[in-house]
């Protein structure tokens, strides 16, 4: 996560130690729901979590959350490679840092 700018958005917890260059199946340890929050102070906030939890067969989830509402997430993307990730971070970064509902 050290090359994503997550703009004026405050890291509030980052347990993402995920190495995209071993198999999923040789760290199932770091696959938990709670990988990365980021807040920011308009409300938004940025989750990132490994469903089902320890599973290698899983995936990310990446939700941006508005005002708590977790029930409907503005935006959501789930992928299971780095690439797509990234590119789902970035969108949600800007989607936040704008304000977009």
């Not at 703009?7 to 999923?24: C, D, M, Q, S, W």
């Not at 760290?27 to 940025?46: A, F, K, P, R, S």
Request: glycine share 6%; aromatic share 14%; with cysteine.
């Amino acid at each position: 996560m050290t090359t994503i700018d997550f703009k004026a958005g405050r890291i509030t917890y980052n347990e993402f130690h995920v190495n995209f260059n071993l198999p999923f199946s040789e760290q199932e340890d770091c696959l938990t729901e709670d990988l990365l929050q980021v807040e920011y102070e308009n409300g938004y906030l940025i989750d990132l979590g490994w469903y089902s939890e320890y599973d290698e067969t899983g995936k990310f989830i990446l939700q941006l959350i508005n005002n708590g509402n977790w029930k409907n997430p503005i935006y959501k993307k789930q992928s299971r490679d780095w690439e797509q990730l990234k590119k789902s971070l970035i969108k949600a970064i800007d989607m936040a840092n704008a304000g977009i509902n």
